[in-house]
């Protein structure tokens, strides 16, 4: 076959491949483990073109090597500079509140001779951007001193132009400095004052007066209480502090950002204590800036500051429009978007090219792929081989091995969901039977049974639908992880809501009200006795518990001939004084119904199990058992609830209790002519003690078999495995070495007292687990009951509240339905939606682990992560079109 027929036919494979059927629901994919022989020319091309397909799993072959010995280390130091450059840019983009959008498509990844020039590229803008930040903090800096500056002379200029009308007498020795309300009457100023109110020649009496000093600047406000007491206790009445405030916050370009700040003035006389204020402003953080002593001075810095703050505004002004400009170029999806997923795809495919092993004239890889994918792997090396030139098949083996393969699980969507409530608890064993397909329905049927009401279920299913038709606009717009659950699991949501409409129709509950569509099949009657079905009900309303009546306001409830109601309970019940007990009684039943029948589902599923491993011991002595030891104890439970449903009981108070019955049953109880007769021993259908003792005996004798029949044939053949010659052939002997040496080095032989203890613990677990878990089902019930319960009170208490107001003014009548029914609907979506649903959430999910898992599912293997590049750029949260 010469090339160009091997290119067509690569392709078709290609095409066929591609649109294959999903597959590989039930039962995880059948894997190889394949080694791949890549030229050094298209070794980079090709683990692209695998990592956009995702269908290949690639094994470390240097593990010998650190991270630093490997072929691609510098070229991936490389990409990570370039990455914490693209980093920069991002955090310039949302400084500078320019949106990060997603790139046009899926960015094609560079060629390897155009690494290079992105590199260049990208170090280019970022020398650029950093020396336009320096300039403009440079700038910010002067700007803000300029301001402070000028904040500076604005406040201080009304205090000294008063200081300087004012006149000094003379200095009284020690000058004391108040801080009063007006501190210009404390300095008694000589007629000859400097422009700050410092006098040029102090009045001599009889000693020399030491030099007033003032200390100007600026501080945080919030720190103002703080240095004025820190100066009092320094300085005490030796030093005049005096503050004003700012209007509006001011740009500090050290802090980027807006900061509230003060004006400080400090007088203070002496060299010393000027030295310890300047050293108690620099503890604090204080800008201070001198003021010139002269007046003509003062005010030509005052021009001076006016015209350099205009004067650099503008500088910065135009410097920004260039910095902007520069980003908004930047942000373009063909740019920074599209540099980031080119940047994280290389540094993944030069990660991944570290594990291939470097040959004379190539490279060698490993790694696991799906056995429907082998044709399109040999396909997509065979088609780049030809592309680039080289002669010859495409090289791709399959390599024998006994290692564990990962396990591959193909998914949508919609089985996205369910499959991770499957795995929380475990990755299923390699070609092991997955639970997910079956709980797509019976998890949301569980959940429904403890919701069960429509109108709640209702609101719950059209949030469920909201979110699957929106879920392209929705998706990747909150990263709340709140919002992310609820989000990932929209289609168990649902279909829980819908599942719930189904059983809130079956019960008759709809926000705690029961709906009669059909008509309900019930009379009242309050004056007169009737006979029905030998059951007799007395105008006075006088009946056993368990009868099927309704008392209600003194009315008896009778049926209307054999015409039962079409679906779901009668809404008469909704009304009846003994609805709870009809409703639990038959609640409880169903409930054990649907968790024996689950069981037994899970019993069935493991024979799948058993079979794909061929494992006749398995199926004999351990699934068959297991299917008697639960069909002859709760198998033949369901069947006396279901007679107990079909026959009808004259007196109704003569009907067995099941749960009696069964424990006569364990107890082997039966009526005895020296024991007064009972309804709870008396036999309900013939040839009941007979059937029982059977099928207890029946039960009884699965343990021994489960417990060691197999664990002998295991140890048996493993016995008589060691006795084989020891000499073999050569060939077969490689064989077995090169297999081990690949194999996994914590296989072992187990030990015959392991294979017993493990064997005992899994039918101890069996049998006692058969009994607790159909106990377990019963939450179907209580949580059912609990729901409905809640929801009445919460009707009863709030919303009927506000119907029956006694007010007669329809206005505060129709205000208090109002009010009545928003605290309602709150209530409602609060409790009995959010936090019910929770519950009901987890207690589905315990029931699906526990009781239904166990019977069949290991989940002891882990998970297919194939080199895909489109998970690691949702992993790094990176999006994509």
Same mark, same amino acid.
């Given at each position: 076959m010469n090339s160009n027929e091997h290119q067509s036919n690569s392709s078709q494979q290609t095409k066929k491949f591609k649109h294959q059927p999903c597959s590989g629901v039930f039962r995880s994919e059948e894997m190889l483990l394949c080694q791949l022989f890549l030229r050094?020319?298209?070794?980079? %091309?090709?683990?692209?073109?695998?990592?956009?397909?995702?269908?290949?799993?690639?094994?470390?072959?240097?593990?010998?090597?650190?991270?630093?010995?490997?072929?691609? #280390?510098?070229?991936?130091?490389?990409?990570?500079?370039?990455?914490?450059?693209?980093?920069? /840019?991002?955090?310039?983009?949302?400084?500078?509140?320019?949106?990060?959008?997603?790139?046009?498509?899926?960015?094609?990844?560079?060629?390897?001779? %155009?690494?290079?020039?992105?590199?260049?590229?990208? %170090?280019?803008?970022?020398?650029? /951007?950093?020396?336009?930040?320096?300039?403009?903090?440079?700038?910010?800096?002067?700007r803000s001193e300029l301001v402070e500056m000028s904040m500076i002379l604005a406040k201080t200029n009304q205090l000294l132009e008063t200081t300087r009308r004012q006149q000094r007498a003379s200095f009284n020795g020690q000058y004391p400095i108040t801080d009063s309300g007006n501190q210009n009457q404390a /300095?008694?100023?000589?007629?000859?004052?400097?422009?700050?109110?410092?006098?040029?020649?102090?009045?001599?009496? &009889?000693?020399?007066?030491?030099?007033?000093?003032?200390?100007? &600047?600026?501080?945080?406000?919030?720190?103002?209480?703080?240095?004025?007491? #820190?100066?009092? +206790?320094?300085?005490?009445?030796?030093?005049?502090?005096?503050?004003?405030?700012?209007?509006?916050?001011?740009?500090?370009?050290?802090?980027?950002?807006?900061?509230? $700040?003060?004006?400080?003035? #400090?007088?203070?006389?002496?060299?010393?204590?000027?030295?310890?204020?300047? $050293?108690?402003?620099?503890?604090?953080?204080?800008?201070?800036?001198?003021?010139?002593?002269?007046?003509?001075?003062? +005010?030509?810095?005052?021009?001076?500051?006016?015209?350099?703050?205009?004067?650099?505004?503008?500088?910065?002004?135009?410097?920004?429009?260039?910095? /902007?400009?520069?980003l908004t170029?930047?942000?373009?999806?063909?740019?920074?978007?599209?540099?980031?997923?080119? #940047?994280?795809?290389?540094?993944?495919?030069?990660?991944?090219?570290?594990?291939?092993?470097?040959?004379?004239?190539?490279?060698?890889?490993?790694? !696991?792929?799906?056995?429907?994918?082998?044709?399109?792997?040999?396909? =997509?090396?065979?088609?780049?081989?030809?592309?680039?030139?080289?002669?010859?098949?495409?090289?791709?083996?399959?390599?024998?091995?006994?290692?564990?393969?990962?396990?591959?699980?193909?998914?949508? +969507?919609?089985?996205?969901?369910?499959?991770?409530?499957?795995?929380?608890?475990?990755?299923?064993?390699?070609?092991?039977?997955?639970?997910?397909?079956?709980t797509i329905i019976t998890f949301p049927f569980l959940f429904a049974m403890m919701f069960a009401d429509a109108?709640?279920?209702?609101?719950?299913?059209?949030?469920?639908?909201?979110?699957?038709?929106?879920?392209?606009?929705?998706?990747?717009?909150?990263?709340?992880?709140? !919002?992310?659950?609820?989000?990932?699991?929209?289609?168990?949501?649902?279909?829980?809501?819908?599942?719930?409409?189904?059983?809130?129709? =079956?019960?008759?509950?709809?926000?705690?009200? &029961?709906?009669?569509?059909?008509?309900?099949?019930?009379?009242?009657?309050?004056?007169?006795?009737?006979?029905?079905?030998?059951?007799?009900?007395?105008?006075?309303?006088?009946?056993?518990?368990?009868?099927?009546?309704?008392?209600?306001?003194?009315?008896?409830?009778?049926?209307?001939?054999? +015409?039962?109601?079409?679906?779901?309970?009668?809404?008469? !019940?909704?009304?009846?004084?003994?609805?709870?007990?009809?409703?639990?009684?038959?609640?409880?039943?169903?409930s054990v119904i649907v968790g024996v029948l689950q069981m037994l589902f899970g019993v069935m599923i493991s024979l799948c199990n058993h079979i794909n491993a061929k494992s006749w011991t398995s199926i004999v002595f351990e699934f068959i058992p297991q299917l008697i030891f639960l069909l002859s104890l709760f198998g033949y439970m369901i069947i006396l609830i279901f007679v107990k449903w079909l026959r009808t009981w004259s007196p109704p108070s003569n009907a067995p209790s099941i749960l009696i019955d069964f424990i006569n049953m364990f107890l082997m109880k039966y009526p005895n002519e020296n024991e007064p007769q009972t309804i709870y021993l008396n036999p309900w259908y013939p040839h009941k003690q007979e059937i029982q003792t059977i099928l207890l005996i029946l039960a009884l004798l699965q343990v021994p078999i489960m417990l060691l029949v197999k664990p002998i044939i295991k140890v048996f053949f493993s016995n008589r495995q060691k006795r084989q010659p020891a000499n073999i052939e050569e060939s077969t002997s490689n064989n077995q070495q090169q297999q081990q040496q690949q194999g996994d080095s914590n296989n072992h032989e187990e030990s015959t007292g392991d294979i017993f203890t493990h064997q005992a613990i899994h039918t101890i677990e069996y049998c006692l687990g058969s009994i607790s878990h159909t106990a377990s089902y019963l939450r179907l019930w209580a949580l059912s009951l609990a729901h409905s319960q809640l929801s009445e009170v919460l009707w009863q208490r709030v919303m009927h509240a506000g119907f029956a107001t006694e007010n007669s003014n329809l206005i505060i009548r129709v205000i208090m339905t109002y009010l009545t029914f928003g605290l309602w609907a709150v209530l409602t979506i609060a409790i009995l939606i959010v936090m019910e649903g929770l519950s009901a959430f987890l207690h589905a999910l315990r029931l699906h682990w526990v009781e239904f898992q166990s019977k069949f599912y290991t989940g002891a293997g882990y998970a297919f992560r194939p080199f895909y590049l489109k998970r690691i750029l949702t992993e790094t949260n990176i999006l994509i079109e």
């Open positions: 050094s020319n298209v070794s980079f %091309e090709t683990t692209c073109r695998l990592g956009e397909l995702g269908i290949v799993e690639f094994r470390d072959l240097n593990a010998d090597l650190n991270a630093y010995q490997r072929k691609y #280390v510098d070229e991936i130091k490389h990409i990570g500079e370039v990455q914490r450059k693209l980093i920069y /840019l991002s955090q310039q983009l949302q400084k500078s509140d320019l949106p990060i959008v997603k790139p046009i498509g899926d960015p094609a990844i560079p060629k390897y001779k %155009e690494i290079i020039a992105l590199e260049n590229q990208i %170090e280019k803008l970022d020398n650029d /951007l950093r020396e336009i930040n320096e300039h403009l903090y440079t700038l910010r800096l002067e /300095l008694d100023l000589d007629p000859e004052q400097s422009s700050i109110g410092v006098p040029k020649q102090p009045q001599k009496q &009889g000693f020399e007066c030491n030099k007033i000093y003032t200390i100007t &600047g600026l501080l945080r406000a919030e720190k103002a209480l703080a240095f004025r007491k #820190v100066i009092w +206790r320094v300085c005490g009445q030796n030093a005049l502090v005096q503050f004003f405030d700012i209007d509006n916050p001011i740009d500090d370009a050290k802090a980027e950002e807006f900061v509230q $700040k003060k004006v400080f003035l #400090v007088m203070c006389q002496g060299d010393k204590l000027y030295g310890k204020i300047e $050293k108690i402003c620099n503890g604090f953080h204080a800008s201070k800036y001198p003021l010139p002593d002269d007046e003509d001075h003062y +005010r030509l810095l005052c021009l001076k500051v006016e015209q350099d703050l205009k004067d650099i505004q503008l500088v910065i002004e135009k410097t920004s429009q260039q910095h /902007l400009k520069i170029a930047v942000a373009q999806p063909k740019n920074f978007p599209t540099w980031m997923v080119q #940047v994280t795809k290389l540094r993944a495919i030069f990660t991944t090219m570290n594990l291939y092993q470097k040959t004379e004239k190539g490279f060698l890889a490993e790694g !696991w792929c799906a056995r429907s994918d082998y044709y399109l792997l040999n396909g =997509i090396i065979q088609e780049i081989n030809d592309r680039a030139g080289i002669l010859g098949q495409a090289v791709v083996e399959k390599v024998s091995t006994t290692s564990t393969p990962p396990t591959y699980f193909r998914l949508n +969507r919609f089985t996205q969901g369910f499959q991770n409530i499957v795995d929380s608890y475990g990755m299923a064993t390699y070609r092991e039977m997955n639970p997910a397909p079956y109108g709640h279920g209702l609101i719950m299913m059209l949030f469920g639908l909201w979110m699957v038709l929106y879920e392209r606009k929705l998706n990747g717009k909150s990263n709340n992880e709140i !919002w992310l659950t609820f989000f990932d699991g929209r289609y168990i949501i649902l279909l829980m809501g819908a599942f719930s409409i189904y059983t809130g129709s =079956i019960y008759n509950d709809i926000f705690a009200k &029961g709906y009669n569509l059909f008509g309900t099949c019930f009379d009242s009657h309050a004056t007169e006795i009737k006979l029905y079905d030998d059951l007799i009900i007395a105008n006075n309303g006088s009946h056993n518990s368990n009868d099927t009546v309704f008392n209600k306001k003194l009315e008896i409830y009778i049926p209307k001939g054999d +015409r039962s109601y079409p679906y779901g309970i009668d809404p008469a !019940w909704q009304i009846s004084s003994n609805k709870i007990i009809f409703l639990n009684s038959f609640k409880m039943k169903l």
